[in-house]
């Protein structure tokens, strides 16, 4: 079966310092890994994915992800936080025997302090 | 990135009203649009597969009855709420996926609608 976790509820962080969001998987086979940000009342915005290649993926709002194989883990991370980061983030992994099908995590509330 | 609009975006209805949602993608075309159903502080529960030209797939535990999907063309899908009681009350987000092929495409969501259903 697939699933993605997010261990962490809340994250809170201060402006201008890095910030990571856990995301660990489950999926037999070979992942294809999704962020996703939502903000308040609004659907949910791509921010990167990882397929294959390049364990460190780039995204938008210059974010990006880790994949760790080993550690079955796609943390999202940022070098400096902004305050306008502030939203819920939720992992995604698509199934592997379905194109359409997505798990998505719990979703993480980040906060950034100013 | 491709687009993808929802109507109404808040809704407040009487009990056993009926409530449709469309749900379109402006700049592509979508074979293959979802429904998902958002609870507070909750991530998103896939609800149904919406084909264009045939039946909707349903998720385990999604009663078709209750909620009506009709793919009418390649860019809108609508999502009917049957005789909504308080219980239904959500936030409903569409998504689509672009027709390209290989199993990377993210999908596009729309902005989601709030039902309260009174």
């Known amino acids: 079966a697939q699933s993605v976790a997010q261990p962490e509820d809340q994250v809170n962080v201060a402006e201008g310092n890095p910030l990571t969001v856990k995301c660990t998987y489950s999926?037999?086979?070979?992942?294809?890994l999704f962020w996703y940000v939502q903000y308040p009342n609004r659907g949910l915005q791509f921010l990167l994915k990882y397929i294959t290649g390049d364990n460190l993926v780039k995204g938008s709002y210059g974010f990006e992800a880790e994949f760790n194989k080993s550690q079955t883990s796609f943390h999202l991370k940022k070098p400096s936080a902004l305050v306008s980061d502030s939203a819920l983030y939720f992992c995604?992994?698509?199934?592997?025997?379905?194109?359409?099908?997505?798990?998505f995590g719990s979703g993480t509330k980040l906060n950034v302090k100013p | 990135g491709a687009v993808v609009s929802q109507h109404p975006s808040r809704v407040i209805c009487k009990s056993g009203t009926s409530v449709k949602i469309e749900c379109r993608s402006l700049?592509?075309?979508?074979?293959?649009m979802f429904w998902y159903r958002q609870f507070p502080k909750q991530s998103l529960m896939l609800m149904a597969t919406s084909n264009e030209g045939s039946k909707a797939t349903y998720e385990q535990g999604v009663e078709k009855d209750k909620f009506l999907i009709n793919h009418a063309s390649l860019t809108l899908s609508t999502l009917t709420v049957t005789s909504a009681h308080p219980e239904d009350s959500s936030f409903y987000i569409c998504?689509?996926?672009?027709?390209?092929?290989?199993?990377?495409?993210?999908?596009?969501f729309g902005p989601g609608t709030r039902l309260t259903v009174l």
């Open positions: 998504s689509a996926r672009t027709p390209t092929s290989g199993g990377g495409n993210e999908q596009f």
């Open positions: 700049d592509f075309q979508a074979t293959t």
């Open positions: 995604a992994v698509r199934a592997v025997y379905n194109f359409n099908k997505f798990y």
């Open positions: 999926v037999s086979g070979n992942p294809y």
